[in-house]
Nanobody, 115 residues
């Protein structure tokens, strides 16, 4: 059973920056994908960014050029650096972990960007 511990999030003004981190423990496989999804109440959860243990990155189009995802394989930790934040980035951000047998979600952390 994989456990995910999220940190970061909070309230910033438009144009500000935040950094989210997620540490995973209990993984079974050396190959995995970690990342972040976000959800606004009433909407579907959407992908923000993911990175595999081999370094393959996927970024949602609206965050390209503003958000950067990185990983520490030794610590099984992923970081999401969010720059130039916009009000439309306001959402609950969920850490995501996928390995061949299963997927796991963090409890979520609120990101609020005020205009």
């Amino acid at each position: 059973q994989v456990q995910l511990v999220e940190s970061g999030g909070g309230l910033v003004h438009t144009g500000g920056s935040l950094r989210l981190s997620c540490a995973a423990s209990g993984r079974t496989y050396s190959y995995y994908t970690m990342g972040w999804y976000r959800q606004v109440p009433g909407n579907q959860r959407e992908l923000v960014a993911t990175i595999s243990s081999f370094g393959r990155v996927t970024l949602e189009d609206s965050v390209k050029g503003r958000f950067t995802i990185s990983r520490d394989n030794l610590k099984t930790t992923v970081h999401l650096q969010m720059n130039d934040l916009k009000p439309e980035d306001t959402a609950i951000y969920y850490c995501y972990f996928n390995e061949p047998d299963n997927s796991y979600w963090g409890q979520g952390t609120q990101v609020t960007v005020s205009s």
